[in-house]
């Protein structure tokens, strides 16, 4: 998700996706130390996701 979409987004759904996201990546962690996955650069681009989330999150806060 790129950021022009993350600030396309309403805080509701900002905070919904947030959820969905910290989710699966708590799963695919899981998965990865389990049995390695096919393509781990699929972890470090869902945390950054995650991260570019929070930002907008708190840049929405600060300014309210």
Same mark, same amino acid.
Do not use: C, D, W, Y
């Given at each position: 998700?790129? =950021?022009?979409?993350? +600030? %396309? &987004? *309403?805080?509701?759904?900002?905070?919904?996706?947030? =959820?969905?996201?910290? +989710? %699966? &990546? *708590?799963?695919?962690?899981?998965?990865?130390?389990?049995?390695?996955?096919?393509?781990?650069?699929?972890?470090?681009?869902?945390?950054?996701?995650?991260?570019?989330?929070?930002?907008?999150?708190?840049?929405?806060?600060?300014?309210?």
């Amino acid at each position: 998700m790129k =950021q022009k979409e993350v +600030k %396309e &987004l *309403s805080i509701e759904e900002l905070g919904e996706k947030l =959820q969905s996201f910290k +989710k %699966e &990546l *708590s799963e695919m962690k899981m998965t990865h130390a389990i049995s390695p996955i096919e393509n781990p650069m699929q972890i470090k681009n869902l945390r950054k996701t995650v991260a570019r989330i929070n930002t907008e999150l708190t840049l929405r806060s600060i300014q309210e």
